[in-house]
């Protein structure tokens, strides 16, 4: 009898009604049905009960996927389908023998170096140094998406809040790709909570949130990251655990589910992304506390960004995982005003989905260059997002595009550099 991996009452939930399709990006790249939610869905139930083989063939299709859950949003019947996808890529990677190149690529590069920021930060030396000689052009591919102005910023344990009365104590989750190349955004992230009344605690000890693991099919590794975290935010008192990484905030959400205790689900809990924390704030809104910010800011001058044509593009695991559409777009909107315009298809992948541009480069490659056909189609000069995966994705398509004048910002520093002007220090 073949290894029950799948729950199979939640397989069964999918009734192949087909309202999942046109939500699902690699569907509409290739158009074929075991390319879409519910066709993976009948190929894990025919690996599971034996009447599919585990081939080349079935973990083709299953790898393509992007794990993006944009189909959770349009199906009425809620199938969890990134719970169904994690448990059938933890069987994968426990059954199916990798080519060397992927074994290497998935089991060391991705989950040996991507999860440990000082390891992150010694693997792009190289790429800075070659820069720096001017030997850029004999680097691979993959170091377009190093950002030139990679830089790791130390936070202190503990910010205390820049006004008064303090709303409360929150702990940051500083991430291993936003530490290692965008500690700029950490560093806005704790000016922004501060400025909003939080004192703000980033814990030394602090780990991987697990999510790379869990996407990957290592749920093991994944739930032993979770438990360790937990372990250190449980040590503070905090009113919420603040996170500024769409695909972070997912699995922090979530490990209720994934390690599945008490302890896990009252973490879950807490976990608030910042968009959500900041609309949350008292005063008639994130539109009015935006402008009040800017009016109030010393130097007086309005900053580029909020001069400029600004559009949005949603970051799967925040619009579809998390559900979080609205409040970063009233953020932008407080910001940008009627220079604000919608982004076509804004909530399809642009291709980075944590590891998936390095593991299916031509799949990633082809919906990096619808997401900057549509970009371009905006006539935007700003990109906004809150993912660093989609920033480094949409940033390198833009570059290939030859449209280097566009700028492509986190949140975080989108909003810093309107309400509290640019950090110089």
Known sequence: MAEQFLDYEKALTCIHCGLCLASCPTYLETGN?????????????????????LDETAVRHIDLCLGCRACEVACPSGVQYGELLESTRAHI??????????TFLRRVAIEQVFPYPWRMKLAVLPVKLARALGLGGLLPKVAAFVPEDARAVTLPETSPTTVTPT??????????????????TNAATVRLLNAAGYEVVTPREQVCCGALFAHGGNLARAREFARRNI??????????????????GSTLKEYGHLVG???????????????????????????SVVAESVRGRRDGARPSAENARVTFHDACHLAHAQR???PPRELVRA????????????????????????????????????????????????????????????????????A?????????????????GRNDG
């Open 33 to 53: 049905e075991n390319d879409s939610p519910r066709g993976r869905i009948y190929i894990m139930r025919g690996v599971q009960n034996g009447r599919l083989p």
């Open 93 to 102: 990677e426990h059954r199916y023998p990798r080519s060397v190149f992927q």
């Open 167 to 184: 709303r409360g104590r929150v702990g940051l989750v500083a991430g291993c790709v936003q530490s290692a190349m965008f500690g700029e």
């Open 231 to 248: 372990a250190v935010f449980e040590q503070y008192n905090l009113d919420a655990i603040v996170i500024n990484a769409a695909g972070c």
């Open 261 to 287: 205790d008490e302890r896990a689900r009252k973490f879950g809990a807490k976990v608030k992304d910042l968009s959500e924390i900041l609309c949350a704030l008292p005063g008639g809104g994130p539109r």
């Open 324 to 326: 979080i559409t609205k």
């Open 335 to 402: 910001v940008a005003g009627e220079n604000f315009v919608e982004l076509p298809e804004a909530e399809v992948c642009c291709g980075s989905a944590g590891s998936y541009n390095l593991t299916e480069p031509e799949m990633a490659e082809r919906l990096q260059k619808r997401k900057i056909e549509n970009i371009l189609k905006t006539g935007a000069q700003v990109v906004v997002t809150s993912n660093p995966g989609c920033i480094l994705q949409i940033r390198a398509g833009l570059r290939k595009a030859g």
């Open 404 to 420: 280097v004048n566009v700028r492509v910002l986190h949140l975080a520093d989108y909003l810093a550099e309107a309400m509290l």
